[in-house]
């Protein structure tokens, strides 16, 4: 079974420049997540969608952060403008629920490098 | 507001030791407790998980202790070895999984 695909895997751009991130999920899962994670530190939810609906995104920079599921299944995570802050590893990562627990599976992230 | 608090940020243990690695939560609500490893260049991958329903899981070298009424869990990894050596995080969650928040991390480092 194929994992979570990410791409691209390394982003260097000038600050203020805009950026996009892609992911496709684990073949039938339905509920997709998005996070940050900054050098040292654990990952922190941005985004949460389950099939194509955005049910948490609370945590999600609205004003310069942007993310879409069009049909459920890929999922695009845009930053315009990107700010020098931004640098950081941003993690996919995808589940589907059995019984009470949500496994959740990451891929091996995109790590962005705002210049 | 850090929900989990994991410690210690670095361990070096001998290749056969036991490690542990510590973490503590606030929310109640949570239900659902697993364990993290992570390569470098690679993302978090699920180690062992809990429910606050039992207070101990293993599998293999690995072991989950929970104690709901300390709000505090850890992870034993029995006979360490090299090939252990990565960064490890804790984390919590409620709605079974959904909504993880994650400890900072703990970087082990097994000599051989």
């Known amino acids: 079974e194929a994992g979570v695909v990410q791409s691209p895997r390394y982003k260097i751009i000038e600050k203020k420049q805009p950026v996009a991130f892609w992911c496709n999920p684990i073949?039938?899962?339905?509920?997709l997540y998005w996070y940050l994670q900054n050098l040292g530190q654990g990952p922190e939810l941005l985004i949460r969608?389950?099939?194509?609906?955005?049910?948490?995104d609370s945590q999600l920079p609205k004003d310069r952060f942007s993310a879409e599921r069009l049909k459920g299944v890929d999922s695009t995570l845009k930053i315009q403008p990107a700010e020098l802050g931004d640098s950081a590893v941003y993690l996919c990562?995808?589940?589907?629920?059995?019984?009470?627990?949500?496994?959740?599976?990451f891929g091996p992230g995109t790590r962005l490098t705002v210049l | 507001q850090q929900q989990v608090k994991q410690s210690p940020q670095s361990l070096i243990v001998q290749k056969g030791g036991i490690s542990i690695i510590n973490c503590a939560y606030e929310?109640?609500?949570?239900?659902?407790f697993p364990w993290y490893q992570q390569f470098p260049g690679k993302g978090p991958a699920l180690l062992i998980a809990?429910?606050?329903?039992?207070s101990e899981k293993k599998e293999g070298r690995f072991t989950i202790s929970f104690n709901k009424s300390a709000k505090q869990f850890s992870l034993h990894i029995m006979d360490s070895q090299p090939g252990d050596s990565a960064t490890y995080f804790c984390a919590a969650s409620t709605l079974g999984g959904s909504r993880l928040t994650f400890g900072e991390g703990t970087q082990l480092t097994v000599n051989p």
């Open positions: 809990i429910r606050p329903d039992v």
């Open positions: 073949s039938g899962h339905n509920t």
């Open positions: 990562a995808s589940s589907k629920r059995q019984g009470a627990t949500d496994t959740q599976y």
């Open positions: 969608y389950e099939n194509e609906e955005a049910v948490d």
């Open positions: 929310n109640t609500a949570f239900d659902y």
